[in-house]
DNA sequence: GTATCATATGAACAAGGATTCATATGAAGG
DNA sequence: CCTTCATATGAATCCTTGTTCATATGATAC
């Protein structure tokens, strides 16, 4: 019989990988962890906000100035730069009357620049392929 | 009047960022590049596909090794290995009824590494501040 | 062929999240 | 104080997406 099984419904297959399991099970950080790792990253995984974060990489700017660069309206800006800041991965200056944002360290930089790479070389693969064909 | 507003009702700022926005809009990606980049990062956005790729950092499993390992049902696994082949961050191999995943290359490791890395000194700065007072 | 195991897939449902609208806060100028 | 500008925030809406259930495919063994 299969070594972990019964105790769980999900876990219906007949094959006995109690082995593997337990030594892959060993080496896996914690479900805290993961999520939270999955959560970073779900910050990085809408176009609004990487287009802010590329936007600041140059300099910073203004909640209004970002609207307009976008094309979007200041609410939706705002509701992001607070998801950004939320996940310290921006911050704020007060001048007046308007708030300037910008990348508060250089992890934006580093994790876009990792993404980045992938794609490139996904579309290099692509190219090749393409003149290979 | 500034400069660039009057043909679109979301700009409707009274800031004159006209010298910022070009220099900006200048050095910004085209936004179906923006788009892929977030697509990417969406993928690894789910704490479910996290799982499943750091389970693939020590060696090929098979799908209802996956499962059981991570207590969901096959269909759920399938499903979500679906999603990180389509990406090509995963790919697998057959050996009779058996279908084995393994990582389809290194971007998978340095992408989660810098998240990683984003995290740890995240916890590291917490740690830091409650010592501190 | 039929049965069984491993995996894939489509439809349906539920939960999460991005945007918009309306409104609130907060600062500067008069 | 009152007005205006810049930003923030809450509620509502719509769209996306992860999971489950039921079923299909595909391979092996008999």
């Given at each position: 019989m299969a070594a972990?099984?019964?105790?769980?419904k999900n876990c219906?297959?007949?094959?006995?990988?109690?082995?593997?399991?337990?030594k892959v099970k060993y080496e896996l950080p914690t479900d805290d962890f993961l999520i939270?790792?999955?959560?970073?990253?779900?910050?990085?995984?809408?176009?609004t906000r990487i287009k802010i974060m590329f936007a600041l990489f140059e300099e910073e700017m203004c909640v209004?100035?970002?609207?307009?660069?976008?094309?979007?309206?200041?609410?939706?800006?705002?509701?992001q730069l607070k998801t950004l800041k939320d996940a310290n991965l921006v911050a704020n200056r007060r001048d007046g009357k308007t708030i300037y944002y910008h990348l508060s360290d250089d992890h934006v930089r580093s994790i876009i620049?990792?993404?980045?790479?992938?794609l490139l070389e996904d579309h290099e693969a692509l190219k090749q392929t393409r003149t290979e064909g």
């Open positions: 972990c099984c019964d105790h769980d219906e297959s007949k094959h006995d990988h109690s082995d593997l399991l337990n939270e790792l999955a959560d970073l990253y779900k910050i990085f995984s809408d176009s209004c100035a970002i609207a307009e660069l976008l094309g979007m309206n200041q609410s939706a800006i705002s509701h620049g990792q993404g980045f790479e992938h």
